[in-house]
Nanobody, 123 residues
Framework: QVQLVESGGGLVQAGGSLRLSCAAS????????MGWFRQAPGLEREFVAS????????VYGDSVKGRFTLSRDNAKSMMYLQMHSLKPDDTAVYYC????????????????WGQGTQVTVSS
């Protein structure tokens, strides 16, 4: 059972930046595709970004392309989501996810989920 713990959320003004981190409990995190999803109140869960096991490939949701950058450090069992040019629409709980399936936007391919970290962007 892999445990994922998110950190780095908070309150930021529109146009600002935040970096979210996801710490995995397992050393062999390189076996897992990793990704971020988010969910705002009253809305469905939305795909944010995903990264391949090696970190060589990434894919982003349309709403964050060009503003967010996903990376991972398998030696440290960490994943990072750098967020720039934040907008009020980015306000949501952000969830880290990991799984043995292919990287991508399909939530059901992820087996493990963190508890989430709140990101609030004020206008």
């Amino acid at each position: 059972q892999v445990q994922l713990v998110e950190s780095g959320g908070g309150l930021v003004q529109a146009g600002g930046s935040l970096r979210l981190s996801c710490a995995a409990s397992e050393r062999t995190v390189s076996n897992y595709t990793m990704g971020w999803f988010r969910q705002a109140p009253g809305l469905e869960r939305e795909f944010v970004a995903s990264i391949s096991r090696s970190g060589a490939f990434t894919v982003y949701g349309d709403s964050v392309k060009g503003r967010f950058t996903l990376s991972r450090d398998n030696a440290k069992s960490m994943m990072y989501l750098q967020m720039h040019s934040l907008k009020p629409d980015d306000t949501a709980v952000y969830y880290c996810a990991g799984g043995r399936g292919a990287y991508g936007s399909i939530a059901r391919t992820y087996d493990y989920w963190g508890q989430g970290t709140q990101v609030t962007v004020s206008s």
